[in-house]
């Protein structure tokens, strides 16, 4: 089948179609997709069955698969860097319900992330939030452009080391909360060469030079732009669906609507250019 690409809506994302990821994944193929990844920084593929080799294999086109780097989950059994998310009645799923790029609190954070569905459960539960973080810088002012783009911000991983360690949920505890890293708060695609805002309010402690108190203003502000109705994907999963996005330029959460209900995904990260 002939590859195409459909929007699936104004603000960002794409849907793939005519590819099987198991087997398709030719040179032609990987570049067509590298293209829409840049120009879409989130696409859709329905309908795929995978092996987590074969997973592995697909997400090898556009970087090397890391395991995360404080081994928040379970890794599956045969491809340990592959993090299996479960939620079951009796063993709930950690919270994920908050806005952030994944792992914004590594030194090299990484490029990309691919999340699997195994099982869901249900029409219109559990979806997933994109917003599109060029498209907020773009739109404010030169001014404020140029203040945040001479800016540094401190990215920690202590809450997700808290909400691990809470014990209500099924993620694996972590023994201790790495350093603090700064990133600055405007980064260029070095594919794209576009600007987008790097703060999350999750990982993004403060900026560097500047309270914490100063900082959570502008970052909630700023969040009010990005998450803005207009300026969103909602992701309504399927079995089946592969998603992926570029954490350079996109933020997601996810909508905890779904407890009691099962749901199982295989999520990997990807490393590559950052800069």
């Not at 794409?14 to 398709?24: C, K, N, P, R, T």
């Not at 593929?45 to 556009?62: D, H, I, K, M, W």
């Not at 995360?68 to 950690?94: F, K, M, T, Y």
């Not at 203040?147 to 505890?173: F, I, M, P, Q």
């Amino acid at each position: 089948m002939k590859v195409e690409i459909t929007p699936l809506c104004g603000a960002l994302g794409a849907e793939v179609h005519g590819i099987d990821l198991s087997h398709d994944m030719d040179p032609a193929n990987c570049s067509k997709i590298k293209d829409a990844f840049h120009e879409n920084i989130v696409l859709l593929f329905r309908e795929q069955c995978l092996t987590p080799a074969q997973q592995v294999s697909f997400t090898s086109c556009f970087g090397p698969v890391e395991p995360h780097p404080l081994g928040s989950r379970e890794g599956a059994l045969s491809q340990p860097e592959i993090l299996v998310l479960e939620n079951r009645a009796d063993i709930p799923a950690p919270r994920n319900d908050f806005w952030h790029s994944d792992i914004s609190f590594a030194e090299c954070p990484p490029l990309g992330s691919v999340l699997y569905a195994l099982e869901v459960p249900g029409e219109g539960l559990g979806d997933t939030l994109f917003c599109n973080m060029y498209s907020v810088l773009e739109e404010l002012s030169p001014g404020l452009q140029k203040t945040l783009k001479g800016l540094r911000a401190l990215h920690s991983a202590e809450a997700l080391v808290r909400r691990n360690n809470e014990g209500d949920n099924n993620a694996k505890s972590i023994a201790s909360i790495p350093s603090i890293v700064s990133h600055p708060v405007v980064r260029t695609h070095p594919e794209t060469g576009r600007k987008a805002l790097y703060v999350n309010p999750y990982y993004t402690e403060s900026f560097v030079g500047w309270t914490p108190e100063e900082s959570r203003l502008l970052i909630e502000w700023l969040m009010e732009l990005a998450t803005r109705q207009e300026n969103i994907y909602r992701h309504s999963w399927r079995q089946g669906d592969v998603l992926m996005w570029d954490n350079r330029c996109v933020q997601h959460q996810a909508i905890r609507d779904y407890a009691g209900f099962p749901r199982m995904f295989i999520k990997k990260t990807f490393s590559g250019l950052l800069f």
